[in-house]
């Protein structure tokens, strides 16, 4: 019998955990006669009782697993981890605040049957966003596309079933700052959409602020891309150019008498703020380069796990 793995990746979600549990078990319940599964809940180093929710459930169904960081590393990393610990065949990724709805599993797992790798969920509509979080959305995936080597789906972000041979790939992949959506259209394979409507958040509030969100667009940006370096060398030409047309015309400006501006004052403010600007361009995309190559030299973990539940191997519990 094949197996199914659902990896959940938790941040202070103590209003939603056990509704969220029961979304999930009741629609793999439905499929049991079919599918094995698993219910893997990583604990981003929520400060709430996350953690003590998911224990009490943990210890009525043994099916649900727990991986537990000693801190908040990350959505991205939570994510990684549980998808190092599955053991299924097909393995869903989804948020825990069930804006993507868990019923959509079956129909997910009836395109994965029929040989698709990758089913990514495509948001059709977004019930309870702001028009700024849509219209910055739009914005982060024309960017992105825009910039990136690889295209990347718009409206998808991490709701999607993976099959087991694509998720080995990815865990195989050493990067630190994972970009997990850019990476899942990075290897390839069969992939198909699968439209839904996004509901709004069932409780709490959003773990993706506009601070977390920015991070999450580098990262795809500065992970997929080196047209960033690009830009800022054909800027470079550009501001090159512009300087040479400012010495051409002060030198006519010279022989020919045109008195119209204060001499000088113009081309060295213009040439001087336009330079600074981009040297200051320069040194924060370079930056990021450099600062994302000594991340990966330093070798550091991505996440540390300090407990498991339920898991053969358990740290403790």
């Not at 999607?160 to 050493?174: A, E, G, H, K």
Request: overall charge positive.
């Amino acid at each position: 019998m094949k197996k199914v793995s659902v990896v959940i990746p938790m941040y202070n979600e103590q209003e939603v955990v056990k509704k969220c549990y029961e979304k999930i078990n009741n629609t793999l319940k439905n499929i049991e006669d079919k599918y094995d599964y698993e219910i893997i809940f990583i604990n981003d180093g929520s400060k709430d009782e996350t953690l003590e929710i998911l224990k009490d459930i943990a210890k009525n169904d043994k099916k649900v697993k727990i991986i537990a960081f000693s801190r908040n590393f990350g959505h991205q990393s939570a994510v990684t981890a549980g998808l190092k610990n599955v053991t299924g065949d097909a393995i869903v990724i989804i948020d825990a605040d069930l804006q993507d709805p868990p019923e959509l599993i079956p129909q997910m797992l009836e395109l994965w049957e029929k040989g698709n790798d990758i089913i990514y969920g495509k948001r059709k509509t977004r019930k309870g966003e702001s028009k700024f979080k849509l219209l910055t959305a739009s914005m982060f995936y024309k960017t992105l596309n825009l910039l990136s080597d690889v295209e990347i789906p718009k409206d998808t972000g991490d709701f999607r079933l993976v099959d087991r041979n694509v998720v080995d790939i990815i865990n195989q992949l050493p990067e630190h700052n994972k970009f997990l959506r850019g990476l899942f259209s990075w290897v390839g394979f069969e992939q198909i959409p699968f439209e839904y409507v996004r509901e709004k958040r069932y409780a709490g509030k959003t773990k993706y602020p506009l601070k977390k969100m920015l991070r999450l667009a580098q990262d795809g940006i500065f992970s997929f891309s080196i047209k960033p370096l690009k830009i800022v060398g054909a800027m470079g030409i550009l501001s090159v150019v512009i300087s040479i047309l400012i010495l051409i015309y002060a030198i006519l400006s010279y022989f020919c008498n045109w008195n119209n501006l204060t001499a000088g004052w113009t081309s060295i403010m213009v040439t001087m703020t336009f330079l600074c600007g981009m040297i200051l361009i320069s040194l924060w995309m370079i930056g990021e380069y450099i600062g994302r190559i000594y991340d990966e030299t330093r070798g550091r973990p991505q996440y540390i796990i300090k407990d498991t539940i339920n898991f053969e191997n358990d740290n403790k519990g």
